[in-house]
């Protein structure tokens, strides 16, 4: 059951400018959400989370929103640097149980 | 602070063999979720424990098999491996208000 979807499997974006990675789920009990970054060979790493009683978070150049009534979220990374090159997972939970992940998007930041 | 460790990293299974993979979870947490990440796919949910129970659990068949202990450190085992077992199977934590999880590195498992 594919919960989470993320349906860009790449992105690629120029150093400096704006990467937007998008995600959209199906079950309206989801009431918090992750994005991870993952390095080949690597463990994801924890970026940023959302409450669904928020529609934005930030933390530093990370800032992500979600839109409830469209079942979507998205995380922005301003300005985008080299080192941000990673797949990124979404991921969503209800009351903080299992949590379902998408497929992931590949980001290449080119210098 | 150590965080979520796991052992082994990287190991090599015939199929029909068995499998098993640890894991500790970061200083103060007391709750480890076991993930299947097969190649090119997101994490799946496996199954969860707290306290030494199994309190949750995902789409996988009774081959696969935990437990977890006083320390909370946890096992993972896969009983009659098959080929599509191949993945990487990473082990989280999280603490009482379980809103963040932190993995670990992760164990590559193939299968032939």
């Known amino acids: 059951d594919q919960q989470v979807k993320q349906n860009s499997p790449s992105l690629s974006v120029q150093e400096g400018r704006i990467s937007i990675l998008n995600c959209d789920y199906t079950n309206s009990m989801f009431d918090y959400f992750l994005w991870y970054k993952k390095y080949p060979a690597e463990g994801p790493t924890f970026l940023i989370s959302i409450s669904s009683i928020k529609d934005k978070n930030e933390d530093g150049r990370f800032t992500v929103f979600l839109n409830k009534s469209a079942k979507h979220l998205s995380l922005h990374i301003v300005p985008s640097q080299p080192g941000d090159s990673a797949v990124y997972f979404c991921a969503a939970s209800a009351n903080f149980n299992k949590f379902y992940f998408g497929s992931g998007t590949k980001l290449n930041v080119k210098p | 602070d150590a965080g979520v460790t796991q052992s082994p990293t990287h190991l090599i299974k015939t199929r029909g063999q068995q499998v098993t993979l640890r894991c500790s979870p970061k200083?103060?947490?007391?709750?480890v979720s076991w993930y299947q990440q097969a190649l090119g796919q997101g994490p799946q949910f496996i199954f969860q424990y707290y306290e030494e129970e199994e309190r949750q659990r995902g789409n996988f068949p009774d081959r696969f098999s935990g437990h977890q202990f006083p320390n909370y450190s946890s096992e993972l085992n896969v009983n009659a491996l098959l080929l599509g077992d191949s993945a990487l199977y990473l082990c989280?934590?999280?603490?009482?208000?379980?809103?963040?999880?932190?993995f670990g590195e992760g164990s590559w498992l193939t299968v032939v």
């Open positions: 200083s103060g947490h007391d709750t």
């Open positions: 989280a934590s999280s603490g009482q208000a379980g809103n963040t999880i932190y």
